[in-house]
Protein backbone atom coordinates (compact mmCIF):
# COMPACT_ATOMS: atom_id res chain seq x y z
CA UNK A 1 0.00 0.00 0.00
CA UNK A 2 1.72 3.26 -0.92
CA UNK A 3 0.86 6.02 1.35
CA UNK A 4 0.96 9.01 -0.65
CA UNK A 5 0.59 11.52 2.16
CA UNK A 6 4.69 10.49 2.22
CA UNK A 7 5.60 12.55 -0.11
CA UNK A 8 8.64 15.58 -1.31
CA UNK A 9 9.98 17.56 -4.16
CA UNK A 10 13.35 15.80 -5.04
CA UNK A 11 14.66 18.28 -8.06
CA UNK A 12 13.81 19.93 -11.25
CA UNK A 13 15.57 18.20 -14.56
CA UNK A 14 15.54 19.19 -18.30
CA UNK A 15 17.47 15.74 -19.48
CA UNK A 16 16.78 12.25 -18.57
CA UNK A 17 20.05 11.81 -17.05
CA UNK A 18 19.98 14.83 -15.20
CA UNK A 19 16.69 12.73 -12.96
CA UNK A 20 17.45 11.54 -9.29
CA UNK A 21 19.56 8.46 -9.35
CA UNK A 22 19.12 7.49 -6.01
CA UNK A 23 16.61 5.80 -5.20
CA UNK A 24 15.86 4.59 -8.96
CA UNK A 25 12.42 3.93 -9.01
CA UNK A 26 9.70 3.69 -11.75
CA UNK A 27 8.23 6.86 -12.85
CA UNK A 28 4.70 8.45 -13.57
CA UNK A 29 4.35 11.27 -15.97
CA UNK A 30 1.88 13.59 -15.92
CA UNK A 31 0.65 15.86 -18.91
CA UNK A 32 -1.29 18.35 -19.70
CA UNK A 33 -2.12 21.52 -21.06
CA UNK A 34 -1.17 24.67 -19.69
CA UNK A 35 -3.70 25.87 -16.79
CA UNK A 36 -5.26 22.39 -16.70
CA UNK A 37 -4.73 21.86 -12.76
CA UNK A 38 -1.90 19.61 -12.66
CA UNK A 39 -0.28 20.83 -9.47
CA UNK A 40 -3.51 21.09 -7.84
CA UNK A 41 -4.11 17.21 -8.91
CA UNK A 42 -0.50 16.62 -7.38
CA UNK A 43 -1.17 18.62 -4.02
CA UNK A 44 -4.77 16.76 -3.60
CA UNK A 45 -3.18 12.82 -4.60
CA UNK A 46 -0.54 13.95 -1.90
CA UNK A 47 -2.77 15.29 0.34
CA UNK A 48 -0.78 18.75 0.80
CA UNK A 49 -1.34 22.22 0.19
CA UNK A 50 2.06 23.67 -1.24
CA UNK A 51 3.93 20.50 -2.80
CA UNK A 52 3.26 21.54 -5.92
CA UNK A 53 3.38 25.30 -7.05
CA UNK A 54 0.29 26.72 -9.02
CA UNK A 55 1.81 29.22 -11.14
CA UNK A 56 -0.59 32.16 -12.56
CA UNK A 57 1.72 32.44 -15.69
CA UNK A 58 0.27 29.81 -18.11
CA UNK A 59 3.56 27.97 -19.94
CA UNK A 60 5.98 29.13 -16.79
CA UNK A 61 7.02 25.57 -15.71
CA UNK A 62 9.39 24.74 -18.31
CA UNK A 63 11.71 21.68 -16.34
CA UNK A 64 10.38 17.91 -15.41
CA UNK A 65 9.91 18.26 -11.70
CA UNK A 66 10.66 14.79 -10.01
CA UNK A 67 8.49 13.71 -6.85
CA UNK A 68 9.23 11.15 -4.54
CA UNK A 69 5.60 9.38 -3.45
CA UNK A 70 7.01 7.07 -0.55
CA UNK A 71 9.74 5.78 -1.44
CA UNK A 72 8.06 3.47 -4.51
CA UNK A 73 7.96 5.49 -7.49
CA UNK A 74 8.91 9.39 -8.71
CA UNK A 75 5.41 11.36 -10.01
CA UNK A 76 6.77 13.40 -12.88
CA UNK A 77 5.15 16.61 -13.41
CA UNK A 78 5.77 18.03 -17.09
CA UNK A 79 5.61 21.49 -18.34
CA UNK A 80 2.27 22.75 -19.45
CA UNK A 81 2.40 22.08 -23.71
CA UNK A 82 -0.28 24.79 -26.04
CA UNK A 83 1.40 28.09 -24.65
CA UNK A 84 3.88 30.23 -26.31
CA UNK A 85 4.80 33.66 -25.41
CA UNK A 86 6.47 36.13 -27.69
CA UNK A 87 9.94 35.67 -28.09
CA UNK A 88 9.96 32.25 -26.67
CA UNK A 89 8.50 28.72 -28.37
CA UNK A 90 7.77 26.67 -25.66
CA UNK A 91 5.91 24.02 -27.76
CA UNK A 92 9.21 23.74 -29.30
CA UNK A 93 11.18 23.45 -25.95
CA UNK A 94 8.49 20.88 -24.73
CA UNK A 95 8.83 18.76 -27.70
CA UNK A 96 12.81 18.24 -27.21
CA UNK A 97 12.66 17.63 -23.73
CA UNK A 98 9.63 15.71 -23.76
CA UNK A 99 11.41 13.41 -26.72
CA UNK A 100 14.41 13.21 -24.51
CA UNK A 101 12.02 11.99 -21.82
CA UNK A 102 9.93 9.89 -23.41
CA UNK A 103 12.69 7.66 -25.80
CA UNK A 104 14.10 4.62 -24.40
CA UNK A 105 12.79 5.22 -20.82
CA UNK A 106 12.26 2.00 -18.99
CA UNK A 107 11.32 3.25 -15.96
CA UNK A 108 8.39 5.25 -17.24
CA UNK A 109 5.33 2.78 -16.03
CA UNK A 110 2.35 5.09 -16.82
CA UNK A 111 1.60 8.66 -18.50
CA UNK A 112 -2.02 10.80 -16.67
CA UNK A 113 -2.97 12.68 -19.50
CA UNK A 114 -4.80 15.67 -17.66
CA UNK A 115 -7.69 17.31 -19.34
CA UNK A 116 -10.01 19.98 -18.53
CA UNK A 117 -13.21 18.77 -17.82
CA UNK A 118 -14.85 22.09 -19.57
CA UNK A 119 -12.54 22.13 -22.56
CA UNK A 120 -12.89 19.75 -26.09
CA UNK A 121 -9.90 17.62 -26.81
CA UNK A 122 -7.47 20.10 -29.29
CA UNK A 123 -4.86 19.24 -31.76
CA UNK A 124 -2.30 19.08 -29.21
CA UNK A 125 -4.50 16.92 -27.35
CA UNK A 126 -5.25 14.50 -30.22
CA UNK A 127 -1.56 14.75 -31.69
CA UNK A 128 -0.16 13.94 -28.20
CA UNK A 129 -2.53 10.82 -27.31
CA UNK A 130 -1.76 9.38 -30.60
CA UNK A 131 1.83 9.69 -30.28
CA UNK A 132 1.51 8.10 -26.85
CA UNK A 133 -0.82 5.05 -28.45
CA UNK A 134 1.83 3.99 -30.95
CA UNK A 135 4.45 3.97 -28.68
CA UNK A 136 2.54 1.70 -26.28
CA UNK A 137 2.48 3.32 -23.18
CA UNK A 138 0.19 2.66 -20.49
CA UNK A 139 -2.06 6.07 -19.74
CA UNK A 140 -5.03 7.16 -18.01
CA UNK A 141 -7.09 10.45 -19.25
CA UNK A 142 -7.85 12.38 -16.12
CA UNK A 143 -10.21 15.25 -16.35
CA UNK A 144 -10.08 17.87 -14.05
CA UNK A 145 -12.34 20.29 -12.37
CA UNK A 146 -15.15 18.36 -12.80
CA UNK A 147 -16.85 20.69 -9.75
CA UNK A 148 -17.35 23.30 -12.38
CA UNK A 149 -19.72 21.04 -14.02
CA UNK A 150 -23.52 20.52 -14.01
CA UNK A 151 -25.59 17.61 -14.71
CA UNK A 152 -25.61 18.79 -18.70
CA UNK A 153 -22.22 19.66 -18.87
CA UNK A 154 -21.32 16.17 -17.18
CA UNK A 155 -23.52 14.47 -20.13
CA UNK A 156 -21.98 16.86 -22.71
CA UNK A 157 -18.42 15.28 -21.45
CA UNK A 158 -19.62 12.01 -21.80
CA UNK A 159 -20.71 12.30 -24.97
CA UNK A 160 -17.49 13.80 -26.41
CA UNK A 161 -15.26 11.66 -24.49
CA UNK A 162 -17.09 8.41 -25.83
CA UNK A 163 -17.56 10.02 -29.89
CA UNK A 164 -13.83 10.59 -30.14
CA UNK A 165 -13.04 6.53 -29.50
CA UNK A 166 -10.23 7.10 -28.35
CA UNK A 167 -9.92 5.77 -25.04
CA UNK A 168 -12.02 2.65 -23.21
CA UNK A 169 -14.14 3.55 -20.41
CA UNK A 170 -11.89 2.24 -17.92
CA UNK A 171 -8.92 4.89 -19.22
CA UNK A 172 -10.66 7.58 -17.91
CA UNK A 173 -10.81 9.25 -14.67
CA UNK A 174 -12.88 12.55 -13.90
CA UNK A 175 -11.67 14.60 -11.00
CA UNK A 176 -12.05 17.26 -8.99
CA UNK A 177 -8.94 18.58 -7.01
CA UNK A 178 -11.28 21.17 -5.05
CA UNK A 179 -14.07 18.19 -3.78
CA UNK A 180 -11.26 15.43 -3.90
CA UNK A 181 -13.80 13.48 -5.95
CA UNK A 182 -11.96 10.13 -7.04
CA UNK A 183 -8.70 10.81 -6.03
CA UNK A 184 -8.75 8.06 -3.90
CA UNK A 185 -9.73 5.85 -7.01
CA UNK A 186 -7.07 7.67 -8.77
CA UNK A 187 -4.28 6.91 -6.47
CA UNK A 188 -5.46 3.05 -5.95
CA UNK A 189 -5.05 3.02 -10.06
CA UNK A 190 -1.35 4.30 -10.08
CA UNK A 191 -0.44 1.67 -7.03
CA UNK A 192 -1.66 -0.68 -9.24
CA UNK A 193 0.02 0.19 -12.18
CA UNK A 194 3.20 0.83 -10.25
CA UNK A 195 3.39 -2.81 -8.66
CA UNK A 196 1.75 -4.28 -11.86
CA UNK A 197 -1.23 -6.12 -10.50
Do not use: W
Request: some cysteine; aromatic content about 8%.
Amino acid sequence: MINFSNANFVKSASLKDERPKEPCLPEVLIVGRSNVGKSSLINALCNKKNMAFTSSKPGHTKLLNYFNIDNTFYLVDAPGYGYAKTGIDLDRVFGDMMNDYLENNDRLKAILFLLDSRRELNEDDLELIEYLQDKGYIFLLITTKMDKLNQKDTAALNKRLAESGLLAPEQIVRTSSLNKTNINSLCKLIEKIVFDK
